[in-house]
């Protein structure tokens, strides 16, 4: 018989099902990084409460914010900072980028 994966309770009561939680947490610079890499369904980020810089989240061309309109400025992560869920097949899709060297990122997947 196959194991039946068990729900898990969302942050606003409703059920997720998802069987495997995946916790990690990256350090973001002043260059763009990748933040990881874990197989995913669903990512939540969160910045370290801790920073004293602004960590910024995008894709491999994710740059900080400099003034002008442009398609690559990065989600911005203030410290303590949470983003919704992201629906990604892997963190590794999730680039870094901060104001500031070695900015806390923390993450959990669901899959």
Known sequence: MAEKSRPITGWQGENLPYATIVTGECIVGTAAAVLGTATAALVMLQASSANSGTAYIGASTVTIPNGTADTTTGWQLVPGATTPWLTISN????????????QQVFFVALY
């Open 91 to 102: 963190v590794s899709q999730l680039w870094g980028i901060a104001s500031a060297a070695s």
